[in-house]
């Protein structure tokens, strides 16, 4: 008796707690590029905008869809008003939150751009002269055409590194490096002001390559960082410096650094040719490249 309620537990315990699927799947992982060519993925019904909108709106849908900021906590969509010439402006700033120096962008950035001072309150006509000359009784006047993004650019950011790109890519890149993206309404450029503030690891010693009566500073994991030691070092103008992307998930920003006129052009040639065909995923270190090509 006891064996038979032993039975039936076992029995009630397995159709509560187990699982049997109902039918068998097969899968099979493929192993050529020919077999990958011919089972495609079907290709998604919403595509990736490239280019800059106009519209303020339509950007910032395109940036909460690519960055999903809806998702991740550190990235920071900071929307407000932008004075200029006494008129206001939808706009908003792009940036992560840890890379960035929140000083700069205050002061820098959301100062000159939110508050009434003489330079966005200055009235004038749309059209302003800039030129004008009497010949003959006659008044002759040389009339510019006002430019929003031009005036942003010159008279509202008083930021030291300021430049005006106009692609979706060229703003991941830039946030990812620390920098924080602005965008106005009626604009299809955005402007990529360098705001880094993230922390680093300072200039140390060697330690795999010990030197006694050389220089006691090594290379950091700053890119930035190490061509400011060899521009230090190497105290002369024909010393080039060409940035590179290597690595199609990671896009690991890489330095090829050369003396002009002294280097052979056909091997710096063959070097950025080979770091420009590396087609891995991830570079994580210099010992990648080496084992790589």
Do not use: W
């Given at each position: 008796?006891?064996?038979?309620?032993?039975?039936?537990?076992?029995?009630?315990?397995?159709?509560?707690?187990?699982?049997?699927?109902?039918?068998?799947?097969?899968?099979?992982?493929?192993?050529?590029?020919?077999?990958?060519?011919?089972?495609?993925?079907?290709?998604?019904?919403?595509?990736?905008?490239?280019?800059?909108?106009?519209?303020?709106?339509?950007?910032?849908?395109?940036?909460?869809?690519?960055?999903?900021?809806?998702?991740?906590?550190?990235?920071?969509?900071?929307?407000?008003?932008?004075?200029?010439?006494?008129?206001?402006?939808?706009?908003?700033?792009?940036?992560?939150?840890?890379?960035?120096?929140?000083?700069?962008?205050?002061?820098?950035?959301?100062?000159?751009?939110?508050?009434r001072n003489t330079a966005n309150m200055y009235q004038n006509p749309e059209n302003e002269t800039v030129k004008q000359?009497?010949?003959?009784?006659?008044?002759?006047?040389?009339?510019?055409?006002?430019?929003?993004?031009?005036?942003?650019?010159?008279?509202?950011?008083?930021?030291?590194?300021?430049?005006?790109?106009?692609?979706?890519?060229?703003?991941?890149?830039?946030?990812?490096?620390?920098?924080?993206?602005?965008?106005?309404?009626?604009?299809?450029?955005?402007?990529?002001?360098?705001?880094?503030?993230?922390?680093?690891?300072?200039?140390?010693?060697?330690?795999?390559?010990?030197?006694?009566?050389?220089?006691?500073?090594?290379?950091?994991?700053?890119?930035?960082?190490?061509?400011?030691?060899?521009?230090?070092?190497?105290?002369?103008?024909?010393?080039?410096?060409?940035?590179?992307?290597?690595?199609?998930?990671?896009?690991?920003?890489?330095?090829?650094?050369?003396?002009?006129?002294?280097?052979?052009?056909?091997?710096?040639?063959?070097?950025?040719?080979?770091?420009?065909?590396?087609?891995?995923?991830?570079?994580?270190?210099?010992?990648?490249?080496?084992?790589?090509?």
């Amino acid at each position: 008796m006891e064996k038979v309620k032993k039975n039936s537990m076992i029995t009630c315990f397995k159709s509560i707690f187990s699982y049997q699927p109902k039918e068998q799947y097969h899968f099979s992982i493929p192993e050529t590029n020919e077999e990958i060519a011919s089972n495609p993925t079907p290709p998604s019904s919403i595509e990736t905008p490239k280019n800059i909108f106009s519209s303020i709106d339509v950007n910032l849908e395109a940036i909460t869809s690519r960055f999903n900021t809806l998702i991740n906590s550190d990235i920071i969509v900071r929307e407000f008003r932008l004075i200029a010439k006494n008129k206001e402006y939808k706009a908003f700033l792009l940036y992560i939150d840890g890379m960035v120096d929140t000083t700069s962008i205050n002061h820098f950035v959301l100062d000159p751009l939110m508050l009434r001072n003489t330079a966005n309150m200055y009235q004038n006509p749309e059209n302003e002269t800039v030129k004008q000359a009497v010949a003959n009784n006659i008044v002759v006047r040389k009339v510019k055409k006002f430019d929003l993004g031009t005036y942003i650019f010159n008279h509202l950011v008083p930021q030291n590194s300021v430049k005006q790109i106009c692609t979706f890519d060229d703003v991941a890149s830039s946030v990812n490096m620390g920098n924080c993206c602005l965008f106005v309404d009626t604009l299809n450029i955005v402007f990529d002001i360098d705001v880094k503030g993230f922390k680093q690891r300072s200039v140390g010693k060697p330690e795999n390559e010990v030197v006694i009566r050389g220089s006691q500073e090594a290379f950091t994991e700053n890119i930035r960082t190490n061509t400011s030691l060899l521009r230090r070092f190497v105290n002369n103008e024909k010393l080039i410096i060409e940035n590179l992307e290597v690595g199609t998930i990671t896009q690991t920003k890489c330095a090829v650094c050369y003396i002009e006129n002294i280097t052979n052009n056909d091997l710096v040639a063959e070097v950025k040719y080979r770091l420009n065909n590396i087609d891995v995923d991830s570079i994580l270190s210099s010992r990648s490249i080496r084992t790589t090509h």
